[in-house]
């Protein structure tokens, strides 16, 4: 049993290597990767910080991954990038030119190359606009999304609007998700073959009216 094991994490690092080669917008050779029962771990440094987001998709998207721990660091851009007074004003504008942000709702502050994002907003889409419309800066290392969602009247239907939604999405099979709701906070139960369906999952219960906040439990069995 133990040789099977062995075989199947050598396996599984090799493919996630090989994904990791294949993507053009990641630099592999820069980068560790172990596996252990299906946990993968990269390592290493990358140049920016949507490449180290890039690395971590593409891990995930390997079959059998079930989960990936984030040992990468953002190489330091030293005196190529940007200092923070010029990432603060440039994030400033660039939140104000995402239209998917709502206009005045979102604060970047800068230290140390990590902008953190404060404010509030209606939607969870909207928090992950803003944290997009500032991980493209040069210069920037990481970003910490401290924004809060606005508290709403909880929905009476949200449950069944939830499971309603799993079912038509084609990309689900909703007999192995449970769906319970207690207030404004959504809570997934049960299992799906990938990441991929797991992060659909969490997409759909989100996108309800009145949701501020989501357990994804989901395990990855394949």
């Known amino acids: 049993m133990t040789d099977t094991i062995r075989r199947s994490d050598n396996e599984l690092q090799t493919n996630v290597t090989d994904e990791l080669l294949y993507n053009p917008s990641v ?18 440094e990358v140049n920016s910080l949507p490449e180290r987001h890039a690395a971590k ?28 007074t010029d990432v603060a004003e440039t994030a400033r504008q660039m939140l104000s030119w995402a ?29 992950e606009a803003a944290a997009r419309a500032v991980m493209y800066l040069k210069g920037v290392t990481a970003v910490a999304n401290t924004i ?12 069944a609007a939830i499971e309603a939604a799993i079912l038509r999405n084609a990309q ?8 319970d709701v207690n207030g404004a906070d959504v809570t997934l139960n049960g299992s799906v073959r990938s990441w991929a369906e797991r992060h659909q999952a969490g997409y759909v219960a989100w996108a309800a009216s009145g949701v501020t906040g989501v357990n994804n439990h989901l395990a990855v069995t394949s």
């Open 27 to 44: 630099d592999a050779a820069q980068l560790g990767v172990s596996a252990k029962s299906g946990v993968v771990t990269l390592s290493g």
């Open 57 to 84: 998709r593409s891990a995930l998207r390997v079959r059998g991954v079930k989960a990936v721990a984030d040992d990468m660091v953002v190489r330091d851009p030293g005196t190529s990038g940007a200092n923070d």
């Open 99 to 127: 239209v998917d942000v709502p206009s005045d709702s979102v604060k970047a502050s800068v230290r140390d190359h990590t902008i953190t994002l404060s404010g509030t907003v209606n939607w969870q889409y909207q928090r």
């Open 148 to 159: 809060s969602l606005a508290a709403s009247a909880p929905q009476s239907g949200a449950k």
């Open 172 to 179: 689900l099979d909703s007999r192995e998700i449970a769906v």
